[in-house]
C-alpha cells in the first residue's frame, strides 16, 4: 500500500542552524501539507502546497520556515534559523486531490531537537 | 476559530468492552472529520473519513457518526482488544486544513 514517507526519523541540531525535513508524498497525490505537535500538545497546521506555491499556512508559519518541492517526488521543510520552540514532531501530509475534501495520509514524522 | 475538544482525555476498559469516544467542535461549516490512531512516538494512521454530506462510516469494528447540527462525532469501537490500546484523534476541515482534538488515550487491559 502507498505511504508517505519522511526522513530523517529524528534530527538533533543546536539552536540557529538551519535544517531540512524531508518527505516523500504518495505519488498520485497532489496536496501536501506540513504539521508539528509539540511534545504533549494537538498536532498543529503548519501549511499547505498545491502546484508548486503555498496555498495557505498557519501564524506559526512565519519567515523562517520555508517550503519547496525540489524535484518530481520530494516535499522539504525548511526551518532557517531553529529555536529551542522548534522541538516537536513534524508531520507530512499528502492527499490525492480536492484539498480538505479527501483523506490525508500522513508520514511517521521527524522528531526535532534543538539543543 | 474552530475549536475541537475530545472527551475522556484517558479511558481505561478491560478486553472485550465497547467504548465511545467522543469528538466536537464549534463550526458547524465542516468539510468532513477523520479519525485517526497514534501510537506512541509515532505518525497517525488514518482509521475513518466522514464526508459531512455523510452521517456515518464503518470499518471493521470500528464505527464513526457525525452531527454537524450538534457539532459531534463519535468513534464506536466494539470488542475492544489490547492491540487497540493508543491515541485517537479526531480532525476536522472546515475553512482551512486540519484542525486536531487533544485525543483521548486508550488502555485496553488483557
Known amino acids: 500500500e502507498p505511504e508517505v514517507t519522511q526522513t530523517p526519523s529524528h534530527q538533533v541540531t543546536q539552536m540557529g542552524q538551519e535544517v531540512i525535513l524531508r518527505c516523500v508524498p504518495i505519488?498520485?497525490?497532489?496536496?501536501f501539507y506540513w504539521y508539528r505537535q509539540i511534545l504533549g500538545q494537538k498536532v498543529e497546521f503548519l501549511v499547505s502546497f498545491y502546484n508548486n506555491e503555498i496555498s495557505e499556512k498557519s501564524e506559526i508559519f512565519d519567515d523562517q520556515f520555508s517550503v519547496e518541492r525540489p524535484d518530481g517526488s520530494n516535499f522539504t521543510l525548511k526551518i532557517r534559523s531553529t529555536k529551542l520552540e522548534d522541538s516537536a514532531m513534524y508531520f507530512c501530509?499528502?492527499?490525492?486531490?480536492?484539498?480538505?475534501?479527501?483523506?490525508?495520509?500522513f508520514g511517521p514524522g521527524t522528531r526535532l531537537t534543538v539543543t | 476559530k474552530q475549536e475541537v475538544t475530545q472527551i475522556p482525555a484517558a479511558l481505561s476498559v478491560p478486553e472485550g468492552e465497547n467504548l465511545v469516544l467522543n469528538c466536537s467542535f464549534t463550526?458547524?461549516?465542516?468539510?468532513?472529520l477523520q479519525w485517526f490512531r497514534q501510537d506512541p512516538g509515532k505518525g497517525l494512521t488514518s482509521l475513518l473519513l466522514i464526508q459531512s454530506s455523510q452521517r456515518e462510516q464503518t470499518s471493521g469494528r470500528l464505527n464513526a457518526s457525525l452531527d454537524k447540527s450538534s457539532g459531534r462525532s463519535t468513534l464506536y469501537i466494539a470488542a475492544s482488544q489490547p492491540g487497540d490500546s493508543a491515541t485517537y484523534l479526531c480532525a476536522n476541515t472546515g475553512r482551512r486544513a486540519l484542525t486536531f482534538g487533544s485525543g483521548t488515550r486508550l488502555q485496553v487491559q488483557p
Open positions: 505519488s498520485n497525490h497532489l496536496y
Open positions: 463550526d458547524s461549516a465542516i468539510y468532513n
Open positions: 501530509a499528502s492527499t490525492l486531490s480536492g484539498g480538505f475534501a479527501y483523506e490525508q495520509y
